[in-house]
């Protein structure tokens, strides 16, 4: 156990934290020269695909260090604010953290997040300075940010580059030298918390865990503490580059085991793992309960795929802990799924990941925050749906949740990014100049107004050198109102949304517009309406396609040719009153984009 190592990799997006990981794994031997390539632990394809981790992912590797052998349990972690809640995970799973910083951007928001999120947690921290190969690399200034931030020396920086394999060795002995080994009792009843799990379609659900005290065996009799749920350790192992089996996984060690688990809803990220007989009592204070941040309705295309839905998502649900599902129904679109999530990146990768991993179609309702709504009978309900908001006249207040959000940029792009917060409904709280050319702002502003576009519009008026992060801080009180959307008189209510007074209007206007577009030409006229309780506020029409019915009326009287025309007039009134008008997915995802 003294030699055991276990630590984490956090940095920003895109700040080299997978290509390090893949030079220590070559260092180490772990994995063969003909399997290595490119972020050889992002194994997902869309992680590939979008060059981004999205789940951490835990490797074993053995290195030697003046005549000792250790064992080194690595985590690898996403860098992106919708998966922050991975980061948590990995901290509490580790001892120790690397700290990575880009040498040519310094220190970003992200970085300063999820340090603290490591501080919290005691981890002793190395800080990493990476791509020193690049000409861009300003190590003077990059290295006073990281003093600053930590209030280390200087010579306690490590240089690295993941590209090229500089530094690499230097970090391997810190990390044997600073971390501590694990802190657990060998000899006390087996606590182990289960920080990730995967479903395998051969085998059931493999759960990854550290042990925290005592040791598993494979063959043990063991208990799931909070579902109560007792297996037979079939296999138990530690994580290679593939499931690497053994005999036993002592305290410290972080390892998986396969019990023939075939319900995803038996296995919890945060579970312990106990012996039925002599186990501990009490279970390891997991993590966090993760908060989602927005939520939408997920629907099959088909009716008939609502219970492969639920099991695709409870598959899903068992990689990824932060997504949370509740059944729903809709009058446009049948049965389905209320989904929180963390932001809408990982609304995106949760749909894209139905679809490929689940071969799911589904169709995604408009997104919103969640919101308190207090009634006048003194009543207190979250509200989650538009369409789940008491009646007008029992509403007393609503109150939104607002985020304090950090950004930084360089001080010439300050105007441009005040002005965007302020529009965006924010309010300056302070403003602090990091350096001649840096600067740091914080702003309290509604959840609402950010997960859409905000972060885009960020980096398109900063030139792509401003970082974000934000948190929760609040509810606060807003004049909000519901905003509905009509075809034909009918109301569609996966296209409702809870927006602010003042955006009503043009939001209403755009609204219609863009369904214009989007809803094809039918054999009758659809009128398109936005409406805010019985009063209508915007109105497109998408007109009829009309067969000319005068086209073998030659000549004579006018009168004919009207009475033609009026014919097809009452037959189009008629389908009018008992046509259903066909709505394409397209238009509810395109409620997201109608900026652009």
């Given at each position: 156990m003294k030699n055991i190592r276990n630590f984490c990799i956090i940095a920003h997006i895109d700040h080299g934290k997978s290509t390090?990981?893949?030079?220590?794994?070559?260092?180490t031997h772990t994995v063969a020269p003909r399997e290595m390539e490119n972020q050889v632990l992002d194994n997902m394809d869309l992680e590939r695909e979008r060059g981004i981790t999205i789940k951490s992912h835990a490797i074993q590797m053995d290195y030697e260090s003046g005549g000792k052998k250790y064992v080194l349990n690595l985590i690898d972690t996403p860098g992106h604010v919708d998966f922050s809640y991975e980061v948590s995970r990995a901290i509490a799973s580790c001892e120790g953290a690397l700290l990575v910083v880009?040498?040519?951007?310094?220190?970003?928001?992200?970085?300063?997040?999820?340090?603290?999120?490591?501080i919290d947690h005691n981890l002793?921290?190395?800080?990493?300075?990476?791509?020193?190969?690049?000409?861009?690399?300003?190590?003077?200034?990059?290295?006073?940010?990281i003093t600053e931030l930590i209030g280390c020396d200087e010579q306690d920086i490590l240089l690295a580059s993941g590209k090229t394999g500089e530094g690499v060795h230097e970090i391997m002995e810190t990390i044997v030298n600073k971390i501590p080994p694990p802190s657990g009792d060998p000899e006390a009843p087996l606590q182990a918390l289960i920080f990730d799990s995967?479903?395998?379609?051969?085998?059931?659900?493999?759960?990854?865990?550290?042990?925290?005290?005592?040791?598993?065996?494979?063959?043990?009799?063991?208990?799931?503490?909070?579902?109560?749920?007792?297996?037979?350790?079939?296999?138990?192992?530690?994580?290679?580059?593939?499931?690497?089996?053994?005999?036993?996984?002592?305290?410290?060690?972080?390892?998986?085991?396969?019990?023939?688990?075939?319900?995803?809803?038996?296995?919890?990220?945060?579970?312990?793992?106990?012996?039925?007989?002599?186990?501990?009592?009490?279970?390891?204070?997991?993590?966090?309960?993760?908060?989602?941040m927005l939520f939408a309705g997920v629907y099959p295309v088909?009716?008939?795929?609502?219970?492969?839905?639920?099991?695709?998502?409870?598959?899903?649900?068992?990689?990824?802990?932060?997504?949370?599902?509740?059944?729903?129904?809709?009058?446009?679109?049948?049965?389905?799924?209320?989904?929180?999530?963390?932001?809408?990146?990982?609304l995106e990768i949760v749909q894209e990941r139905l679809y490929r991993e689940f071969d799911m179609d589904c169709i995604t309702t408009v997104p919103n925050v969640s919101y308190v709504v207090y009634t006048t009978d003194g009543e207190e309900q979250e509200v989650h749906n538009p369409s789940g908001l008491p009646a007008i006249t029992m509403i007393?207040?609503?109150?939104?949740?607002?985020?304090?959000?950090?950004?930084?940029?360089?001080?010439?792009?300050?105007?441009?990014?005040?002005?965007?917060?302020?529009?965006?409904?924010?309010?300056?709280?302070?403003?602090?100049?990091?350096?001649?050319?840096?600067?740091?702002?914080?702003?309290?502003?509604?959840?609402?107004?950010?997960?859409?576009?905000?972060?885009?519009?960020?980096?398109?008026?900063?030139?792509?050198?401003?970082?974000?992060?934000?948190?929760?801080?609040?509810?606060?009180?807003?004049?909000?109102?519901?905003?509905?959307?009509?075809?034909?008189?009918?109301?569609?209510?996966?296209?409702?949304?809870?927006?602010?007074?003042?955006?009503?209007?043009?939001?209403?206007?755009?609204?219609?517009?863009?369904?214009?577009?989007?809803?094809?030409?039918?054999?009758?006229?659809?009128?398109?309406?936005?409406?805010?309780?019985?009063?209508?506020?915007?109105?497109?029409?998408?007109?009829?396609?009309?067969?000319?019915?005068?086209?073998?009326?030659?000549?004579?009287?006018i009168t004919r040719k009207r009475k033609l025309l009026e014919k097809q007039k009452k037959g189009k009134k008629r389908m009018r009153q008992v046509g259903n008008v066909q709505i394409p997915q397209t238009a509810f995802m395109a409620v997201l984009k109608l900026d652009s």
């Open positions: 390090l990981a893949d030079r220590m794994l070559e260092q880009d040498a040519t951007q310094g220190v970003q928001a992200q970085t300063i997040s999820n340090l603290y999120m490591a002793e921290i190395i800080p990493v300075l990476n791509k020193i190969d690049l000409a861009a690399a300003n190590l003077d200034v990059a290295r006073q940010q995967v479903f395998n379609s051969f085998r059931g659900i493999i759960a990854y865990y550290k042990v925290e005290c005592g040791s598993i065996r494979k063959g043990d009799k063991v208990k799931f503490l909070n579902t109560g749920k007792e297996y037979v350790a079939d296999e138990v192992g530690v994580l290679k580059m593939n499931l690497s089996p053994r005999d036993e996984v002592g305290t410290g060690d972080v390892g998986y085991i396969i019990s023939g688990i075939k319900s995803a809803v038996e296995v919890k990220v945060g579970d312990t793992i106990t012996h039925c007989e002599n186990g501990c009592t009490k279970a390891i204070a997991g993590f966090k309960e993760v908060k989602p088909e009716t008939d795929q609502y219970e492969d839905l639920r099991s695709s998502l409870e598959k899903l649900q068992l990689n990824d802990a932060s997504l949370s599902f509740i059944p729903e129904s809709s009058l446009a679109l049948g049965f389905g799924f209320r989904c929180g999530f963390l932001g809408l990146l990982h007393d207040r609503i109150e939104e949740p607002y985020i304090r959000a950090q950004i930084i940029s360089k001080s010439e792009f300050f105007g441009a990014i005040v002005k965007l917060c302020l529009d965006k409904r924010g309010t300056l709280i302070s403003q602090h100049f990091l350096t001649t050319d840096r600067v740091e702002l914080n702003f309290d502003m509604p959840l609402a107004e950010i997960i859409f576009d905000f972060y885009d519009k960020l980096k398109s008026i900063s030139k792509g050198y401003a970082s974000f992060d934000y948190h929760i801080i609040d509810y606060r009180p807003a004049d909000l109102v519901k905003l509905d959307i009509l075809l034909n008189g009918e109301q569609v209510d996966a296209l409702s949304s809870l927006i602010h007074r003042d955006n009503a209007y043009s939001f209403g206007r755009r609204m219609c517009e863009k369904l214009k577009e989007l809803i094809p030409r039918q054999q009758f006229e659809i009128a398109i309406q936005a409406a805010i309780g019985a009063k209508i506020i915007a109105r497109e029409t998408v007109k009829a396609v009309r067969k000319d019915v005068t086209a073998k009326c030659y000549g004579g009287d």
